[in-house]
């Protein structure tokens, strides 16, 4: 590949540094977050470089690719930062950015997984476990994943079959329709 | 009546890119008073300053207001114009539409309408300005140097060498500083003791400098040409004249297990000691800490033993006073280190590093003295926890400096390069063994230098990883490091046997204690300020006082030897006048109503009031009033603010002129 | 024993169901500590990682809502899980800081923000609150001989700044806890690392990898058990021990115990009522030979029935 200044979009770096209220900049490219990182060995780009393709506008590649999804969210690297680059947060961002755009990227088990984790809550206001497995492995064509875990679970009380739903669900569907109001208004990001 | 000229500079574009000169030279030249004003691009250039010669003259000006910098800039420029147009140069004032205008605002309107107004209240002040005649005061011709490492012993030998005395004060027992305890030195690779001993030497002998070890700066008074110096010498127990330096008290000594703190404590010392074997003066040191006749009232063996009879138990701390005319500062560096900090403290430690914990990871120095032909291995490099010879060897860069997070954010300067030769020297002494160095990227200007750090890997095979460390720990007898190298974009996990940080250079310690004696300036990392960064780069901003090695910033040895020998040259500049002038910003007293409470005395922190009698002819004592001596005056002011009785007034900063000021607001 | 220490409490949704046991020791020992615990009427899920994964917007508002749930409640905050922990002070943090984030989440609350209670781990109302000395005057079974590996995870101490419940990379605070009940903390090598709870339902293979490190080195340490203050990395460690061990052919038998189970074992409380038998890796083998337990009761223990 090569970068040219056509293909070099450094304003989307503003984007990145508002959403995650850090600088993206300021990074020198030391590969401290990426030597500490329990997740690198899985990503395609190791989090220095998807930094530094940020700094060099090539945000495309990052938001199609998998190194965003394969993030734990540990922030081992926010922490040990010597530069103070808050890389977790801004892998947030480049995540909301990506999925905004509806998912470009070939990471699809975990966008799936989160968009349960987030139906749920606004289904049920919490998370139930077993549901979510179940729906997961529907949608995932993984019937069988994890199979052996179940019944042990259950025989542990650790698998609810029922539970019951939060009195004020209405409050959550609120919040959830104020924020896609607010979106649809260009009220926020 | 007063014909005021104002002379309004552009600055190059860093006042007229905020500030509409020309608007403001038209305003001002409506105000009463003002005869003539004008702008320029460059008013402290050649043709700016006969701009403002030729307008004297043409336009027979009397006072001068220029509209430019701060007056710490260019003060002393304009005045000395003025003067060489035949005024006095105390009619030239300097209104600053730059570090109070320009630079700080944004909005180009309001910054005018602001210039306008601080041009007018100098156009205002300068109408109540007074003849000032010159002040002359002595230079005492001798100098105080404080440190003895490489750079304290250049300039004292440099000042010494010319002729005149140098008092020499180091706070260690021995002379030598850090250079002393280095193994070689890049890029040439001699050995720090060869060349660094007989200069050490040289210092000793040189009937001109008078060297006070294990010594420190207890007080300074005084002014450029004339300090007062109060040193304190620390008891040492042992006399210096007796001792003939012979070490016997040193071999009975029982106390064997002390760690020595010149050996980064991997060596071990006896309670009397000399730091190491080549230290100047060869005097030991009982460290009263440590010593058992001092825990206990028991042993006395090394006074015992002690042929010359120059063991003194009862030695106390002494006081000595010296009169100096210039003090130069060179009070080197500290190294950082990774251990936990204080909560609350600016600089953090490297927690993912076991904070210091891990006794196979040390720093540079330590491998230094573990390189050193005279340091506590012989030469040998033996890991602490063992005393194995390591054979995996990470060296990791970088370490503090460079660390926002950490709350050092500059580059060391020296560490590139002497990790470079730290896996030289590695190389040389452990064949079978493999150096690996974590680094972000190799700075090496200088001379030879980036051919130097070239070598490293093309001949002697270290294998540089351009990556950070994450995180270092123990795993049985090896450490794991876990780093990374971004330029294949991999992690790179190595189990060393003995791991080397490059820390980061921190002031010596106190290094802001000491500024508050001497009255000088530094920064946030307690590094001292010279006066200009590129054109006055030994000296400090407060007359008199100069600075030279790593006191002032991180340096290596070339550099910290050249800004030595460069604050010697000041000094001797200094030095070769037999008066100096000194701006005549001085208090007076109206004596006729001085009550003669001496508030103001009592409030003097030059101690420049005197009490003056005022008799009759037949020597009748009439009252007793104060005196200021203007060769000592510093021209604060706060005798001007005491003054129950408003007798006090300050040359050139009167009430009168600074409420003109306030009223042309 | 009383005290005056009251608490509204978050339990969070695993222990609502995997972590029932964590649920039910911290209710019980509260109770034997004297610690006032009032659960946060229909509180909401904190949105987790995968809420501020992709719409920090959603994560802010869903941690503001529970806080505004949680001032109606008498006293700070206590938060059992590591992860609803980060979330709530993290959404304290940066609404506290950014203006601009704090208005949009005003909007979607549709009501003033209500930040100021004090959030707290578990950990931190033993240590400091209750306190060391207080906490080991309440012992009454010291679990002397137990040597036990202390693992915080990743989110418990992070960012740096802002849980500010103990130093990011050398934190002490559960070992002090379990030392001050009697038991021996081992000194290893992962105590922070992460266990990649985030891919358990979408990625297993990878906290098969990272978890069987984190098991690993517990066991090369010398570790009896490993103690954590979080159900997600107990949802990896216990539940998907028998199959890492599978994957790797290797044998780790470590029991994996909230904090609240041990130090309820270590003030008296039954197995029973600290949901011994809900854990997967039986911890019963072990706390007989450490005579943590008395044998006779080992074979009714086996069997005993997880979470009610």
């Not at chain 1, 200044?5 to 401290?32: H, I, N, P, W, Y």
């Not at chain 1, 064509?141 to 009380?157: E, R, S, V």
């Not at chain 2, 107004?117 to 010159?134: Q, S, T």
């Not at chain 2, 070890?213 to 304190?232: A, D, M, P, R, W």
Request: hydrophobic share 40%; glycine share 8%; proline share 4%.
């Amino acid at each position: 590949m090569i970068i040219s200044q056509e293909t070099m979009d450094v304003d989307f770096v503003r984007k990145v540094e508002a959403l995650s209220d850090t600088s993206v900049r300021r990074c020198f490219q030391c590969g401290k977050c990426s030597a500490g990182c329990p997740m690198a060995t899985f990503m395609e780009h190791p989090p220095n470089r998807v930094v530094r393709l940020l700094q060099l506008g090539q945000w495309r590649r990052i938001i199609e690719g998998r190194s965003i999804w394969y993030c734990a969210s540990c922030e081992t690297c926010s922490t040990r930062c010597p530069n103070k680059v808050h890389l977790a947060s801004i892998m947030d961002a480049l995540r909301k950015l990506s999925w905004d755009a509806d998912g470009p990227s070939k990471e699809s088990y975990v966008q799936l997984a989160n968009k349960l984790f987030l139906q749920n809550i606004r289904t049920y206001g919490r998370q139930y476990e077993m549901r979510l497995a179940a729906v997961f492995n529907v949608k995932s064509g993984q019937f069988l994943k994890d199979l052996m875990l179940g019944p042990k679970l259950l025989a542990k009380g650790k698998l609810k079959m029922f539970h019951s739903k939060n009195k004020n669900l209405s409050e959550i569907e609120k919040i959830f329709s104020r924020i896609e109001e607010m979106r649809k208004n260009g009220k926020a990001l | 009546m007063s014909r005021i000229g104002v002379f309004i500079c552009h600055c190059g574009e860093n006042i007229s890119r905020t500030v509409d000169v020309e608007r403001v030279a038209r305003e001002v030249g409506l105000l009463p008073g003002v005869s003539f004003s004008t702008d320029y691009k460059y008013m402290c250039s050649d043709p700016g300053q006969n701009l403002l010669k030729n307008a004297i003259q043409e336009q027979k000006l009397t006072h001068i207001v220029v509209a430019a910098c701060s007056p710490r800039m260019h003060e002393k420029t304009f005045r000395k114009a003025v003067e060489a147009a035949g005024l006095n140069p105390f009619l030239c004032e300097m209104a600053n539409i730059r570090e109070h205008c320009s630079w700080v605002h944004e909005n180009k309107e309001e910054a005018t309408v602001k210039a306008v107004e601080i041009v007018g209240m100098m156009v205002e002040r300068i109408k109540k300005n007074r003849v000032l005649p010159g002040i002359t005061v002595p230079v005492t011709k001798r100098s105080l140097v404080i440190g003895g490492g490489i750079a304290g012993i250049q300039a004292a030998l440099d000042i010494a060498d010319c002729g005149h005395e140098v008092i020499l004060v180091e706070r260690e027992p021995s002379i030598g500083g850090h250079m002393a305890q280095l193994s070689e030195t890049f890029p040439t690779l001699d050995c720090s003791q060869c060349i660094m001993t007989p200069k050490m030497v040289d210092v000793a002998n040189h009937p001109k400098i008078t060297l006070h070890t294990f010594s420190e700066i207890e007080l300074v008074e005084g002014y450029i040409g004339n300090f007062q110096v109060t040193i304190k010498k620390k008891a040492r127990s042992v006399d210096e004249d007796k001792c003939t330096g012979c070490g016997v008290c040193m071999t009975k000594c029982p106390q064997k297990k002390i760690p020595n703190k010149f050996d980064q404590n991997i060596g071990l010392r006896t309670a009397i000691y000399v730091p190491f074997p080549q230290a100047v003066p060869n005097t030991p040191v009982i460290d009263r800490a440590n010593c058992t006749w001092f825990k206990t009232g028991k042993c006395g063996v090394c006074q015992k033993v002690c042929g010359p009879g120059a063991v003194d138990f009862e030695q106390e701390d002494r006081l000595i006073v010296e009169a100096v005319g210039a003090i130069v500062v060179a009070t080197g560096f500290d190294l950082y280190t990774i251990d936990e900090k204080p909560k609350g403290s600016a600089i953090k430690g490297y927690g993912e590093f076991g904070h210091g914990k891990i006794p196979d990871v040390i720093d540079g120095m330590t491998f230094e003295r573990l390189a050193s032909a005279s340091g506590p291995t012989g030469g040998k490099i033996l890991r602490p926890s063992d005393g194995k010879e390591p054979k995996q060897i990470v060296f990791i860069q970088c370490i503090g400096s460079r660390a926002r997070e950490k709350g050092i954010s500059y580059c060391s300067k020296v560490c590139c390069m002497y990790t470079a030769k730290h896996t030289m020297l590695y190389h040389h002494k452990v064949h079978d063994g493999q150096a690996y160095v974590f680094f972000m990227d190799a700075r090496t200007p200088g001379k030879s230098y980036d051919e130097f750090w070239r070598r490293s890997i093309e001949e002697e095979e270290a294998v540089y990883i351009r990556g950070m460390v994450s995180r270092l720990y123990q795993k049985g007898d090896k450490i794991v490091v876990m780093g990374s190298d971004i330029a294949v974009g991999v992690q790179v996990e190595i189990e060393a046997d003995m791991v080397v940080l490059a820390t980061a250079i921190q002031p010596q310690k106190g290094a802001d204690t000491l500024a508050q004696k001497l009255g000088i300036s530094y920064d946030k990392y307690h590094f001292y300020s010279e006066a200009h960064a590129k054109l006055r780069p030994v000296e400090c901003a407060t007359a008199g006082i100069y600075l030279a090695g790593a006191c002032q910033g991180p340096k290596d040895i070339p550099e910290t030897v050249s800004q030595a020998s460069a604050a010697a040259a000041k000094v001797m500049t200094l030095f070769s006048k037999d008066q100096l002038e000194r701006e005549p910003i001085v208090a007076r007293v109206r004596e006729a109503g001085c009550v003669g409470c001496l508030a103001c005395k009592k409030v003097c922190a030059y101690g420049a009031i005197e009490e003056k009698e005022i008799r009759d002819r037949q020597g009748n004592l009439i009252k007793t009033v104060a005196y200021v001596n203007p060769g000592v005056c510093a021209g604060c002011g706060t005798c001007q603010a005491t003054c129950p009785s408003k007798c006090v007034e300050l040359d050139g900063y009167t009430d009168e002129q600074i409420v003109a000021m306030i009223e042309a607001l | 024993m009383t005290n005056d220490l009251k608490y509204s409490y978050y339990p969070g949704c695993s222990l609502h169901a995997s972590a029932g046991e964590y649920d039910l020791s911290t209710r019980e020992l509260f109770k034997h500590l004297g610690i006032g615990l009032t659960e946060i009427p229909d509180w909401f899920c904190c949105g987790a990682t995968p809420a501020h994964n992709v719409d920090e917007l959603l994560s802010l508002s869903l941690c503001a809502k529970n806080l505004e749930l949680a001032d109606s409640i008498e006293g700070d905050v206590a938060v059992a899980c590591a992860a609803c922990f980060s979330r709530l002070k993290t959404a304290q943090h940066i609404l506290g800081e950014n203006d601009v984030k704090r208005k949009q989440v005003e909007t979607a609350l549709d009501a003033p923000l209500k930040l100021d209670g004090n959030v707290k781990h578990l950990l931190e109302i033993l240590a400091k609150d209750l306190g060391l000395e207080r906490l080991a005057a309440s012992v009454n079974k010291p679990l002397t001989g137990l040597k036990v590996a202390c693992y915080y995870g990743c989110l418990l101490t992070r960012p740096t700044d802002v849980p500010n419940l103990d130093c990011a990379e050398a934190p002490t605070i559960m070992e002090k806890i379990i030392e001050a009940v009697g038991a021996e903390t081992v000194p290893w090598t992962h105590r922070l690392e992460c266990c990649g709870a985030n891919f358990t339902l979408s990625r297993p293979g990878v906290v098969i990898q990272l978890t069987n490190a984190i098991l690993d080195a517990a066991k090369a340490a010398g570790a009896d058990c490993i103690m954590v203050g979080c159900p997600l990395c107990h949802g990896n460690l216990d539940i998907r021990q028998k199959e890492i061990e599978k994957v790797y052919s290797t044998s780790y038998d470590l029991p994996v115990f909230y904090l609240t189970q041990l130090v309820g074992l270590s003030v008296g409380l039954s197995p029973e009522n600290l949901g011994l038998g809900a854990m997967i890796v039986s911890p019963f083998p072990l706390l007989t030979e450490k005579k943590l337990m008395e044998t006779s009761l080992l074979d009714s223990q086996v069997s005993l029935p997880g979470i009610r």
